[in-house]
C-alpha cells in the first residue's frame, strides 16, 4: 500500500524538528552532564537495588546515609557552590531579575539541603529534642516530617504535597514540554534548554521499576520519592550549570 506523501513529509518534519533539538544543546554543556549522568545514574541505581550487589551499597541503599541519600545531597552542594560562584562572577547578567531568580533558586537549594539532611542530624547523629518529637512522624530534626495540622489546622497536602506538585510540573513543562515545543530554537535565559530534556523524562520515570517490581512482588526497599528527588535535583543542577554556560559565554561577547 502506497504512503501518502503528506505522511511521509510529515515524519520527516518531526524528525528535522528533533534534530533541531540536538543540535542546540552543541552550545551547551557537555553531553557526559545532560545525557550521560542521568542515564548511567538511573542504571547504576536500578542495578544495585535489583542484584543486591555490591551488598555494601545495597543493604542500606534507601537509607538516611545510603547512596542515594548522599548522591542527592552532594548534587544539592554542587548547585549551590556554583551559584555562588555565578552571583560573584565579574561578568554582567543580561537582566537584573536573573540574579534575583539565581538567589530565589538558591534559598530554596539551601532549604532543601538542609532538610535533607535533617540540619545535620544525620551525620552528627544528635538526638531529637522531645517536643519536636512528638510533632515529627520520622523523629527526626526536620520540619518536612512535621504533623502540620498543628499550624491552624493546616493540611499537609497544602504545605508540603503542594509545592512538590508544582516543581515537578514546572520540570516538566518547562523542561520537556517547552523545548521540544519551540524545538530548542527560543532560547531564553529563564527556561530550561533541552539539555534538561532527559534529567526530566527520567524524572517522570523515576519510580516506574519500583511500580514493576511491587506488581511482580518483588518491593525493592526504598521509596518511590527518595529515588523521584534525585533526578529533581539533577534536573536543577543541569539547568543552573546550562545557565552558567550561557552566562559565561554572553560575558566574553559582551
Known sequence: MAVPPYTVVKALAKVWGYMMIFHACRHDISPLVWLGLPIVSYLLFYAILFT????????????????????????????LLLGVNMLYAKGPFPHARLRIWLMVLMGGALYTLIEEISWGQHYFGWGTPAWLADLNGQNETNLHNIDTTVFFGVPRALVMELPANILLTAIYVGGLVYPIATKGQ???????????????????????????????????RVRHGEMQEFFVYGFLFTYLLSLHCRLRQYSIDA
Open 186 to 220: 527560543r532560547p531564553s535565559w529563564f527556561w530550561p534548554t533541552p539539555v534538561c530534556i532527559p534529567w526530566a523524562v527520567l524524572t517522570a520515570c523515576a519510580s516506574l521499576p519500583l511500580t514493576i517490581a511491587a506488581w511482580l512482588d518483588h518491593p525493592l
Open 52 to 79: 543486591g550487589f555490591p551488598p555494601a551499597l545495597a543493604r542500606g541503599f534507601g537509607s538516611e546515609l545510603g547512596v542515594l541519600e548522599n548522591a542527592q545531597v552532594v548534587l544539592l552542594l554542587l548547585f
